[in-house]
Nanobody, 113 residues
Framework: QVQMVESGGGLVQAGGSLRLSCAASGIMFARSRMGWYRRASGKQRELVAFINSDGTTNTADSVKGRFTISRDNAKKTVYLQMNSLKPEDTAVYYC???????WGQGTPVTVSA
């Protein structure tokens, strides 16, 4: 079955940390650029970070220095470590497999002031 399942979201106080995971199945994970996106209420979806198949990464300026994307090809999982969280990071976070145009179902993150 082709799918991606996110986990790790939740409620955290400002300054706290969360680690999101996205487990893929049914795809050749190692060959795909993987990304994390987010959509806050009333706003457009935005790219948070992506990681290429060779491990190189790119992170949005709004989260640079606070968020880190990584991947484990053996586990077919991509991670997003989020530190120093701010209320403006509140959103639903989605993982994305670029090579297959495949989205996860999303995991909500709420950061309280």
């Amino acid at each position: 079955q082709v799918q991606m399942v996110e986990s790790g979201g939740g409620l955290v106080q400002a300054g706290g940390s969360l680690r999101l995971s996205c487990a893929a199945s049914g795809i050749m994970f190692a060959r795909s650029r993987m990304g994390w996106y987010r959509r806050a209420s009333g706003k457009q979806r935005e790219l948070v970070a992506f990681i290429n198949s060779d491990g190189t990464t790119n992170t949005a300026d709004s989260v640079k220095g606070r968020f880190t994307i990584s991947r484990d090809n053996a586990k077919k999982t991509v991670y997003l470590q989020m530190n120093s969280l701010k209320p403006e990071d509140t959103a639903v976070y989605y993982c994305y497999a670029d090579a297959w145009d495949l989205w996860g179902q999303g995991t909500p993150v709420t950061v309280s002031a």
